[in-house]
Each structure stands twice: as C-alpha cells, then as structure tokens.
C-alpha cells in the first residue's frame, strides 16, 4: 500500500502565487463588500487555503469614496477607541473616518474607514496584521500599481467564473467577443446564473444555428428553485401540523 497518497498536502510560502486584483467599490455596501475583500486576503477562494498560510492575494480598491452604507449608518454608527491612558477613549463615525482618508499625511493606500471595518474580519493575530497590509485602497479612480498588471475581478470564486464562461467555452468563441455587463441585485450565484443566460441569448441572436447546442446544455433557461414536496395532511410545504389547544 502506497502510505504517501494518504498525506494531506498544505501549501509553502514558495508555492503559494499571489494574484493582483482590482475592485471597483462604487455603489457598494461597505460590510458586504469587506466580507468578500478579507476572503481574497486569506484565500478562501483557493483550493490551497490553508489557515496558517498566507495564500490570499493582494488587493486593490479604487473609488473607496463612493462606498455606500445603508439606512443612516454613515453618521449613527459610532466606532470606539481606547489610547491606552485614562479617559483617552475616543469615538469616531464612518463618515468622520471618511473624511480622515482624504488626508494628504497618510500613506499612499491607507483608508482608515477599510481599515477599521477590515480588522475585525481578518485574524486577530500576526498573520492578520500582515494579510491587512495586502489591501490597498483608494478614493480615486486611480493607483500606482500598474506595474503589478493587477486583473479587474467581479466574481471572486472560480467555480462563479466557469459558470459564466459556460456558453462561450462551449461554442469556443471565449477569445472573439469583448463583454460588458451591469450587474444589480441579487447574491453572486444568482447574478452569475443570470449573466449565463443573457451571454447565452446575445449569442443565439449573433448566430441563431447556436440555440440548439445551447439549449442542449441547458443555457438558455435559469434552473428553478426546486419546490419542496408537500407531505401528507399539510397545507404547504415545510409546514408542521397545527394542533388545536381546546
């Protein structure tokens, strides 16, 4: 019996490829956004993760001045800190921190809004100090990091990619269109499914001779929420049985 096969492999610092991203934060909420941002710096979405590694990618984030937070959060929410001598607690909002990363004294990628609300996803340890000096963010449209050829990414798992790409690498014409898409509402699974179809069916009225091989593999309808099974007696699914209390 071949004993090696059954070890479990983990990722090296050396084997471990980090990747440059950009994230356009435009019209997004700042928590849900941050969830997926401190996924991309653990590298959660990678099949190499591995906790005690630091496997993530680096992260970039431009138009951080557009980030929006719902109902009246941007001036209610008050964050607290503690200088460390007495009566040095001090309080701050969102839209104060907002206002502090406008500041020419900070360093270049510094966001002390990103920054507060990104500490408390990441570990509280050192590989957390260290994964949260991969994200650099910006209030612009712009940032230095040309040089790292960092790739503009909307959907972060690979498994959401390979959905979308599904009607193009089956007609193999992935390389010979330019797509763009607006996106709104909805989770990423959900907007994935539905830019499958709206890919699917620009390419039947490019090429109507392509609906047939589209609709083999089921492109060119969404998959139904499948309905659970009403069980005996019940009115409605999931429902449990209503005993009367006379």
Known sequence: M???SYRTEFPNAHEVEHKWVVIDATDQVLGRLCA???KLLRGKYKPSYSPNMECGDNVIIINADKVVLTGKKM???IYLNYTGYPGGQRQATPEVLMKKSFNKHLKPGMHPLFIRVMKGMLPKNRIGRRLIENMHVYNG???PHEAQNPTEVYFPSSILQYIVKQ????LE???KYDIHVNLDGGGYKGQAEALR???ARALVKIN???KSVLRKHGFMTRDPRAVERKKPGQPKARKRFQFSKR
């Open 2 to 4: 071949d004993t090696i």
């Open 173 to 175: 014409v992935a390389d």
């Open 208 to 210: 109507p001779d392509d």
């Open 75 to 77: 001036t209610d929410r």
């Open 197 to 199: 179809l709206g890919i």
């Open 141 to 143: 449209p712009n940032h």
């Open 167 to 170: 009607p193009l690498t089956t």
């Open 36 to 38: 997926k941002v401190a």
